[in-house]
């Protein structure tokens, strides 16, 4: 056998030893695991699979080992998510740092960064927020106002983030602050990282159209952060921004994994409402629908593969990520409008009787999948970015 033949064996055997049951089933948003320092689990199993997982760096595969991850290569990463997925294992841990800052802090930080923060990620430690969006500057990210002044070996930070996702429940952020009022919009831009038990950090929710209240707009008043915080140079911000939104987008491109927490699929509810004639759905147009459907998720995850092997090679090129990033997150939204078709009003409901828990998380998840075309850069601005700058197109004005 191959090296990653055997590889995948002893991932599999793994798996199947020390993965338990309860763990191998749809997890709803209250079971997931978010680290920080208040962390709860809510089953004795999610804490065994969490400390299993954390003991041997599978919570972050691909990073190195002597920061709390695992050393996988990009092949041995892949075959491992394989291998999760084929047992429907749930992620140990879900956090803005695995996906988001803890890549960044890997490309940009200094080492004394590295070793302050990744293997906290790693073991479920800390959890992060992202502090980009501000009132007057969503879709015009480059636009932030937050600015970070200057005072001996600290910044004093004044202004507000808006749609920080758990702000009120993170420990640190990752922030974008201007420390350069003069400089081109781009420019004078700053990278930090702090702690949102700071003076002067209030994070208020917000209440959204599913009834969560996951969002919230962060104030800051004041906050003082040392200045060996700062993620990559100084006024060079807008170059790790725009990394981790790489990040976010590729993550985004995938929702299935990461939204679908009611565990309903097209194909599942078709046989459950539908039913199956000859081993076929009776409906031949819910059928040809629901084929299109796993068709694109499956084109999807192929590119996806394809371009975390480029990479991982160093030949990546970060416009696939935003291409993928509306590619993905429309057919999320298409894919919540099939399965709305197939189950009808058994898709409709929001409380009472009459409906199943997954019904009633299906309905949510519809809803939630209407946001994931505008968080992380609505596809609108999505398609003017690719017309312009990877197809080069000119604007209405001939520009």
């Known amino acids: 056998m191959s090296d990653l033949t055997t590889f995948r064996q002893e991932i599999r055997d793994w798996l199947n030893d020390n993965c338990p049951e309860s763990m191998r089933t749809p997890v709803t948003q209250e079971e997931q695991i978010w680290g920080g320092r208040n962390l709860r689990f ?28 695992a050393g996988f290569s990009a092949k041995e990463t892949r075959i491992f998510k394989e291998e999760m997925a084929r047992l429907n294992c749930r992620a140990p841990q879900v956090n803005l740092g695995i996906w988001m800052v803890g890549p960044a802090i890997l490309e940009f930080g200094t080492e004394e960064q590295k070793r302050e923060h990744l293997p906290k990620i790693a073991r479920g430690e800390i959890r992060w927020c992202q502090g ?22 600290d910044y004093i930070i004044n202004g507000s983030k808006i749609w920080t996702s758990y702000a009120d429940h993170s420990d640190w952020i990752y922030c974008l602050v201007r420390t350069d009022p003069d400089a081109p919009k781009h420019e004078g831009i700053t990278f930090l ?28 008043d004041n906050v003082r952060v040392p200045k060996k915080n700062a993620l990559g140079v100084e006024n060079k911000g807008w170059t790790v921004a725009k990394r981790v939104l790489q990040f976010e987008r590729n993550m985004m491109s995938d929702m299935e994994a990461s939204a679908n927490t009611s565990g309903t699929t097209p194909r599942s ?34 590119t996806q593969q394809r371009m975390a092997d480029e990479f991982a090679q160093g030949v990546g090129d970060m416009s696939v990520a935003m291409i993928l990033k509306y590619v993905g997150t429309e057919e999320e939204k298409r894919k919540y409008e099939l399965i709305l ?26 809803l939630a999948s ?17 017309a312009k700058r990877v197809l080069g197109l000119p604007d209405a004005a001939g520009k």
């Open 341 to 366: 078709k197939i189950a009808g009003e058994q898709a409709l409901g929001w409380s009472g009787e009459g409906f199943s828990d997954a019904e009633l998380q299906l309905t949510r998840d519809w």
């Open 132 to 153: 980009y969006s501000e009132p007057g500057a969503g879709s015009d990210l480059a636009g932030l106002q937050c600015k970070a002044e200057s005072d001996g070996d």
């Open 370 to 386: 209407k946001t994931h075309s505008i968080a992380g850069g609505t596809s609108e601005i999505q398609l003017n970015i690719i």
């Open 193 to 220: 990282l702090f702690d949102m038990a700071s003076e002067g950090v209030d994070a208020k929710p917000i209440e959204l159209i599913t009834g969560e209240t996951h969002f919230c707009q962060t104030f800051f």
């Open 42 to 69: 809510p089953t004795e199993d999610a804490k065994l699979w969490f400390d299993r997982c954390v003991e041997k760096g599978y919570c972050v595969p691909d990073w190195p080992e002597e920061y709390g991850g």
């Open 269 to 302: 509810a078709a046989i459950e409402h539908i039913g199956l004639v000859d081993g076929k759905l009776a409906d031949p147009v819910f059928r040809q629908s629901v084929v299109r459907h796993e068709i694109q998720k499956r084109a999807l995850d192929k």
